[in-house]
């Protein structure tokens, strides 16, 4: 009993940076990381609703789902900016996009929010995307500066 009290007591620590599944392993080093700081940072927001096919949640358990899909789906998933493309954009069911939905504001697509959180994460103020902006080449040159610093 005290052997099993022991081992719980040394692996406990240790059981939130386990893989969670064979998909979440496969990531090269910090990439984990940066995908649970925005699902982390999902988890904190408590200014929007998070809708998907429909149906709106809390930060919460949208993180919760999307860990849990990236746990399904998640083969191939290399990167955040992959996590966010394959996995927190869309429904695999429908084919819709998500979406954030601030209280009182409209609601924006899923994808260009979290890539503008993900640059927030890595240091970079995306000042010029607003709330509503859905261009894709600034979404898209800002992730591909976001993976230049994190290189680095």
């Known amino acids: 009993m005290k052997r099993r009290r022991?081992?719980?007591a040394l692996l406990l620590p240790v059981l939130p940076a386990l893989p969670v599944s064979p998909a979440m392993a496969t990531l090269p080093p910090g990439e984990r990381d940066r995908i649970e700081q925005l699902l982390a940072g999902m988890e904190r927001e408590t200014g929007v609703q998070f809708e998907r096919n429909g149906r709106r949640v809390s930060g919460r358990d949208a993180a919760r789902f999307l860990r849990?899909?990236?746990g399904r789906?998640?083969?191939?998933v290399?990167?955040?900016e992959a996590f966010?493309?394959?996995i927190a954009s869309r429904?695999?069911?429908t084919g819709r996009p998500y979406r954030v939905c601030p209280v009182g504001g409209e609601c924006v697509e899923a994808g260009p929010w979290l890539r503008r959180r993900l640059a927030r994460l890595a240091g970079i103020e995306p000042t010029t995307l607003g709330f509503g902006d859905r261009s894709?080449?600034?979404v898209h040159d800002i992730a591909k500066r976001?993976?230049?610093?994190?290189k680095a």
Request: glycine fraction near 8%.
């Open 84 to 86: 966010i493309d394959r």
């Open 146 to 150: 976001v993976k230049t610093i994190h």
């Open 78 to 80: 290399d990167s955040a």
């Open 73 to 76: 789906y998640g083969e191939g």
């Open 91 to 93: 429904s695999s069911t």
């Open 136 to 138: 894709a080449d600034s």
């Open 68 to 70: 849990a899909k990236w």
């Open 6 to 8: 022991l081992m719980a």
